[in-house]
C-alpha cells in the first residue's frame, strides 16, 4: 500500500460518531475518489470535514460502512481480514489544520527513525522554502522545538508538516487548510504544494480559499455531515 504512487479512496455506507452517546456527524457517506484524483471538501464550521478525515484514518470505531484504500480495509480484530492499520495510516499524509510537532530537534520531526541524510533534509527544506531560515539558527537542523511547535509560527509549522509529508511519500496527501492566515509567501508554497510537490499523488483538501478550490478536480459540499453537491468544480 505505501509503495504506491497514488491510491483509490473507498467510502461505501458510512455512518460516524464519536461515541455511542453523541449523535452521528457523518451520516451515510457515500465517495469514491480515483487514484491521482484532487477532491477539494467544502462546508461550514461543525459539517464534518475533519471528521471525515479522523474516520479515514480509522481513529474512532466504525460499525457502520467501511473506508478502503486501494480497495483494502485495515485489519481492526486478529480475526479479520485486512491490511495492518499503521501500513494503512503510513498510506495516509496529513497536514492538520493546527499542525502539530513534537517536543525535540528540527531533525527528529522530520526524521522520526533517524534514517534520512543531511542532504535528502537540506532539500525538502528548500522546497517548502524555509532553508534560509533554518541556516540562520544557530543549532541548525539540531535547533530545539518547544512543546507542540510552540516556539514556531503557524505558518513554519505548517510548512514544516509538508515537509514531513514530502519524505513520506505516501499516495495519499489530506490538507486541511488553516482557517487563520499564513503570509503571502507561505501561502504561495501551500498552493503550489498542491500543484507541484503533490502533482502525482491523491489529494484531498479541506478548502478554506478559493485560490485552492479553483485546483480540484472535484468538491465535496458537506453540511451537517449529509452530502450537499458533489461534482466537477465548475459545476459546484
Ligand atoms: P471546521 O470548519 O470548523 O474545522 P469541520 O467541518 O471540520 O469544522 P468537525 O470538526 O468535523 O467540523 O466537527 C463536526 C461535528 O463533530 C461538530 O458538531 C463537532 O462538535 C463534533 N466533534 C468534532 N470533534 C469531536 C470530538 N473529538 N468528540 C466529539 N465531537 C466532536
Ligand atoms: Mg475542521
Given at each position: 500500500?505505501?509503495?504506491?504512487?497514488?491510491?483509490?479512496?473507498?467510502?461505501?455506507?458510512?455512518?460516524?460518531r464519536y461515541r455511542?452517546?453523541l449523535?452521528?456527524?457523518?451520516?451515510?457517506?457515500?465517495?469514491?475518489?480515483?487514484?491521482?484524483?484532487?477532491?477539494?471538501?467544502?462546508?461550514?464550521?461543525?459539517?464534518?470535514?475533519?471528521?471525515?478525515?479522523?474516520?479515514?484514518?480509522?481513529?474512532y470505531?466504525?460499525?457502520?460502512?467501511?473506508?478502503?484504500?486501494?480497495?483494502?480495509?485495515?485489519?481492526?480484530?486478529?480475526?479479520?481480514?485486512?491490511?495492518?492499520?499503521?501500513?494503512?495510516?503510513?498510506?495516509?499524509?496529513?497536514?492538520?489544520?493546527?499542525?502539530?510537532?513534537?517536543?525535540?530537534?528540527?531533525?527528529?520531526?522530520?526524521?522520526?527513525?533517524?534514517?534520512?541524510?543531511?542532504?535528502?533534509?537540506?532539500?525538502?527544506?528548500?522546497?517548502?522554502?524555509?532553508?534560509?531560515?533554518?541556516?540562520?539558527?544557530?543549532?541548525?537542523?539540531?535547533?530545539?522545538?518547544?512543546?507542540?511547535?510552540?516556539?514556531?509560527?503557524?505558518?513554519?509549522?505548517?510548512?514544516?508538516?509538508?515537509?514531513?509529508?514530502?519524505?513520506?511519500?505516501?499516495?495519499?496527501?489530506?490538507?486541511?487548510?488553516?482557517?487563520?492566515?499564513?503570509?503571502?509567501?507561505?501561502?504561495?508554497?501551500?498552493?503550489?504544494?498542491?500543484?507541484?510537490?503533490?502533482?502525482?499523488?491523491?489529494?484531498?483538501?479541506?478548502?478554506?480559499?478559493?485560490?485552492?478550490?479553483?485546483?480540484?478536480?472535484?468538491?465535496?459540499?458537506?453540511?451537517?455531515?449529509?452530502?450537499?453537491?458533489?461534482?466537477?468544480?465548475?459545476?459546484?
Open positions: 500500500l505505501t509503495e504506491e504512487r497514488c491510491a483509490s479512496v473507498e467510502i461505501k455506507d458510512l455512518w460516524f455511542e452517546d449523535p452521528w456527524v457523518l451520516k451515510n457517506l457515500n465517495l469514491e475518489i480515483k487514484a491521482g484524483e484532487r477532491l477539494g471538501i467544502v462546508g461550514r464550521t461543525g459539517s464534518g470535514k475533519s471528521s471525515l478525515i479522523q474516520a479515514l484514518f480509522y481513529l470505531p466504525i460499525d457502520k460502512g467501511h473506508i478502503a484504500i486501494n480497495g483494502h480495509q485495515p485489519k481492526l480484530q486478529e480475526s479479520a481480514q485486512g491490511v495492518d492499520l499503521n501500513l494503512y495510516r503510513q498510506s495516509i499524509a496529513f497536514i492538520s489544520q493546527e499542525p502539530i510537532l513534537f517536543q525535540g530537534t528540527l531533525r527528529s520531526n522530520l526524521d522520526i527513525d533517524n534514517s534520512l541524510t543531511e542532504e535528502k533534509l537540506t532539500a525538502v527544506l528548500r522546497q517548502v522554502g524555509l532553508l534560509d531560515w533554518v541556516l540562520t539558527q544557530p543549532q541548525g537542523l539540531d535547533m530545539r522545538i518547544e512543546e507542540r511547535g510552540k516556539n514556531l509560527s503557524l505558518g513554519e509549522r505548517q510548512l514544516l508538516c509538508m515537509a514531513r509529508c514530502l519524505l513520506q511519500q505516501s499516495p495519499i496527501v489530506i490538507m486541511d487548510e488553516a482557517t487563520s492566515s499564513v503570509d503571502p509567501q507561505s501561502e504561495e508554497i501551500l498552493v503550489r504544494a498542491t500543484e507541484e510537490f503533490f502533482s502525482d499523488r491523491t489529494q484531498i483538501i479541506i478548502a478554506h480559499r478559493l485560490s485552492t478550490l479553483a485546483k480540484c478536480d472535484r468538491i465535496l459540499w458537506l453540511q451537517s455531515g449529509e452530502v450537499v453537491a458533489l461534482g466537477p468544480t465548475a459545476e459546484i
